[in-house]
C-alpha cells in the first residue's frame, strides 16, 4: 500500500464533463461558498458500507472519491481509547496479535517538513483465558489488483515564478516513496460483523488527501476542499455492537485533530477560524483589496461600513477565488455530529483549525418522494426573491436512509439517488450521499463509475452532451441558452440566433430575474436588457438557475424554447465567458492542448492550477457589490457583467 493518491480510470472525468463544471464553477466563484451547494459523500457509505476496513482498499477507495470530483467529505473517526488513536474502524482493536503469532503494528505521522516517522511493535504473546477469542484472528489481506489508473503527464509551457517555485518547494511530499509503506502482511481482525486492519486510521486519510491536493495544486484541477467530521467512541472488542464507552484517555494536545491536521497540511493549504475573523473585520485589507473578479458578491452578506468607509461584515463568507486563487487555501475543516461519549474531547484545543459544529453545515428537514422529488423544505419559493428569506447558506440534506442500508435494508435506486442530488442542488442544498447508491455494489472501490456518474449530477448548468464544440458538432460562433424544453440547463446555439435575453433586474436581489421584451441575437442581449432597466446575466448557482427558470417560464409560457445567458465561446473553442467582446484569459496551444499538457495563463499573478486537456479557468464575472448596508456611507458598488 503506497499511502497515496492513485484512482482507478473509471473515476476519471472525461474531458467533456471537466470543461462543463469549469465553466460552472468559472460562473459561481465569486458567490460566497456558504451559498454555493454541492454534493457531499459520508466515507462511510462511500467505502465501509460492507463493515470492511482494508488499507488498500480503502486507499482506492478514497481516491476514487476525490478523482470523482466530491468536494464534500464526511468523516466519521472513531477514538480507540486502547490504543490512543483515531481510526474509522468503530470497534478498538486488541494491542495484541492473534494467538502465537507475530503482528507487525505499523503507525505513521506525515509532517508537515515532508518527513515520515513510524513505530513498529513486535509481539508473539498468547491469548490468555477469558480474552477475546480467535474472532479477532489478524489474517493477512486479500490483495488487491494492480493499480490501473490513468496518470496524466504536465509540464508547464512556460516559466513559473520564483514565488511559485518556493510555494511547491515546501509542500510535503505523501507518495509512496516518502511515505510509510505498509507492512508486506496487512494484519486484520475478524470482530463480526466488522473485519478491521490497524492501516485503515487517520494517517491513511491524510497521507491520500496530501498527495491528492499535491497533485492537483493547478490552476484547473484544484477546488476548495470541506471535511466534516462526526466524533464516535469505538465500541470495545468484546462486544463489537455494543455501545461504546466513555474513553478514559482522550487526547488533550498532541493528538487532537486539530494539532494533526496543522502538523500534516501546510498552513498555506489551511482556511481557518481565524482567517475568517480577521476577514470579516477588515474587508478593505482583505476581500475588497484584491481584484474585483476576486472578492465576493455583497449581495449575499450584510456590510458595515462606518463614517470613515471601513468596511467589516457579521456574517459574510468569502468566494472560492479569493479563498483558493488569492489566497492559495484548498481545505476548510468542520465539526459534524459528535457523540454523549465524546463530549469531553478538548474541543478548545482545535479552536483555531476546525470550525464549531453548524459553521460550515446546516442540516436541513428536506422532505422527498421514493423517486427523489422534492415535496417540501425547497429554498425557491417564486413569490420570495429576498436572500434572508430563502436564507440557503451552508444548508445540507441527507439522501437515502444511510441507517436502515447500515442494517441491511434497502439502498434507494441509482435513479431516485441522481434525482434526489440534482433536486436538491435547485433548491440551493447540498445533497448528503449517505448510503449506497447500488444494491450490490457498496463501495467505489468496486464501481468508481457509479459514483462519477453521480458527482457529474453537480453540473447543475449544462444539459447532458453540453456544451456541445468540445466534439466539434458546434458552431464557431458558440454561446450560451437556458433550455426552458428540458427545465432550464444550458445548451449551445450560434450566437447570431434570435432569443430573448435573460435579465438581473435588482443589483440588491441576485434571485431576481427578467427576460427582455425583444428577441435578439446574443451580441444585443446586454442592450436588450438595458431597455427593460436590467442587466444581462447567467445564473451563478443551481439556486439562481430556478429563480431564471420561473421568470422565463412565467414570462414566455408555452412559447420559445430558450434564453440567452450570458456566457459565450466566441473567442477561444472551450473557453467560456461573459460578455460579447470577453477575450479567453488564457494563453491556449491546440497542440499543448492535444498533448494535455499544461498551459500557464497570461494573466499575472494569477496562481496557475491545471486540467485534463485544457487550461481554462474562464475570467470570472465581475459583479456589482449591492450588499445590504446597515450605513450607506462610503457603499461601493461594481455594476454586474454577466
Known amino acids: 500500500m503506497s499511502r497515496s493518491y492513485k484512482p482507478e480510470d473509471d473515476a476519471l472525468p472525461d474531458y467533456a464533463w471537466s470543461v462543463a463544471y469549469l465553466s460552472q464553477r468559472d460562473v459561481s466563484n465569486q458567490i460566497p461558498i456558504n451559498f454555493v451547494a454541492t454534493p457531499a459523500i459520508s466515507l462511510t457509505a462511500a467505502c465501509f458500507l460492507d463493515k470492511t476496513y482494508r488499507g488498500n482498499e480503502t486507499e482506492i477507495c478514497l481516491s476514487n472519491v476525490l478523482a470523482s470530483g466530491f468536494r464534500r467529505l464526511i468523516l466519521d473517526l472513531y477514538w480507540d481509547d486502547d490504543r490512543r488513536s483515531w481510526s474509522f474502524c468503530p470497534v478498538t482493536l486488541p494491542n495484541r496479535p492473534p494467538d502465537g503469532q507475530l503482528q507487525a503494528s505499523s503507525t505513521s505521522t506525515l509532517s508537515n517538513n515532508g518527513q515520515s516517522t513510524s513505530t513498529a511493535r513486535l509481539s508473539s504473546s498468547t491469548a490468555a483465558a477469558g480474552d477475546i477469542t480467535e474472532s479477532e484472528n489478524a489474517r493477512p489481506a486479500t490483495a488487491t489488483s494492480e493499480d490501473q489508473r490513468r496518470r496524466l503527464q504536465r509540464r508547464a509551457t512556460t516559466q513559473t515564478s520564483d514565488a511559485d517555485s518556493t510555494a511547491n518547494s515546501a ?39 496530501l498527495d491528492f491536493i499535491r497533485k492537483t495544486d493547478t490552476t484547473l484541477d484544484a477546488r476548495l476542499m470541506y471535511i466534516v467530521l462526526n466524533l464516535h467512541a469505538a465500541a470495545p472488542a468484546t462486544a463489537p455492537s455494543g455501545d461504546a464507552v466513555v474513553p478514559k484517555n482522550l487526547p488533550q494536545t498532541s493528538g487532537t485533530l486539530g494539532a494533526i491536521f496543522g502538523d500534516v497540511f501546510p498552513s498555506m493549504y489551511l482556511y481557518t477560524p481565524p482567517n475568517l475573523r480577521d476577514e470579516r473585520a477588515d474587508l478593505n485589507s482583505t476581500w475588497y483589496s484584491v481584484s474585483e473578479r476576486y472578492d465576493p458578491v455583497g449581495a449575499y452578506f450584510t456590510t458595515d461600513v462606518d463614517s470613515s468607509g471601513f468596511h467589516s461584515t457579521p456574517d459574510g463568507w468569502p468566494c472560492e477565488a479569493y479563498v483558493e486563487v488569492t489566497s492559495g487555501k484548498r481545505l476548510i475543516f468542520g465539526w459534524g455530529s459528535v ?20 459553521d460550515i453545515s446546516k442540516e436541513i428537514n428536506l422532505s422527498t418522494s421514493s423517486s427523489g422529488d422534492v415535496e417540501s423544505g425547497c429554498f425557491f419559493d417564486s413569490a ?23 442494517e441491511g435494508g434497502s439502498a434507494p435506486s441509482l435513479s431516485s439517488t441522481f434525482n434526489f442530488t440534482s433536486n436538491a442542488l435547485a433548491c440551493g442544498i447540498s ?19 457509479a459514483y462519477l456518474q453521480l458527482s457529474a449530477d453537480n453540473v447543475w448548468s449544462w444539459a447532458p452532451g453540453e456544451p456541445r464544440n468540445l466534439t466539434g458538432s458546434a458552431p464557431a460562433s458558440a454561446c450560451a441558452v437556458m433550455d426552458l424544453s428540458r427545465n432550464g440547463p444550458w445548451r449551445v446555439e450560434d450566437c447570431t440566433r434570435r432569443y430573448h435575453a435573460a435579465c438581473r433586474d435588482s443589483k440588491e436581489e441576485p434571485l431576481s430575474f427578467v427576460v427582455s421584451s425583444a428577441t435578439v441575437a446574443y451580441a444585443d442581449a446586454a442592450s436588450a436588457c438595458s431597455a427593460v432597466d436590467a442587466d444581462f446575466a447567467v445564473p451563478r448557482t443551481a439556486l439562481e438557475n430556478s429563480y431564471l427558470l420561473s421568470a422565463a417560464d412565467d414570462a414566455l409560457g408555452d412559447g420559445p424554447d430558450g434564453v440567452w445567458i450570458d456566457l459565450n465561446s466566441i473567442d477561444v473553442q472551450g473557453c467560456w465567458v461573459s460578455g460579447p467582446d470577453t477575450s479567453c484569459p488564457y494563453y491556449v496551444d491546440e497542440d499543448q492542448v492535444r498533448q494535455k499538457n499544461v498551459i500557464i495563463p497570461t494573466v499575472a499573478a494569477f496562481i496557475v492550477l491545471v486540467l485534463t486537456g485544457l487550461t481554462l479557468f474562464v475570467k470570472c464575472n465581475s459583479n456589482r457589490r449591492g450588499s445590504k448596508r446597515r450605513s450607506k456611507k462610503g457603499e461601493r458598488g461594481w455594476d454586474y457583467e454577466g
Open 171 to 209: 509542500v510535503p511530499s505523501a507518495s509512496g516513496s516518502e511515505g510509510s509503506p505498509a507492512p508486506p502482511e496487512e494484519p486484520e481482525y475478524d470482530l463480526s460483523p466488522f473485519t478491521c486492519s490497524p492501516a485503515v486510521d487517520l494517517s491513511l486519510f491524510t497521507a491520500v488527501l
Open 339 to 358: 457523540d454523549a461519549q465524546m463530549e469531553a474531547y478538548n474541543f478548545s484545543s482545535d479552536e483555531t483549525t476546525i470550525f464549531s459544529r453548524g
Open 384 to 406: 420570495t426573491k429576498i436572500i434572508e428569506k430563502t436564507n440557503s447558506s451552508w444548508a445540507i440534506a441527507a439522501a437515502g436512509n444511510g441507517a436502515a442500508s447500515r
Open 431 to 449: 445533497p448528503v450521499l449517505d448510503a449506497a447508491l447500488l444494491l450490490n455494489l457498496s463501495t467505489t472501490q468496486r464501481d468508481a463509475s
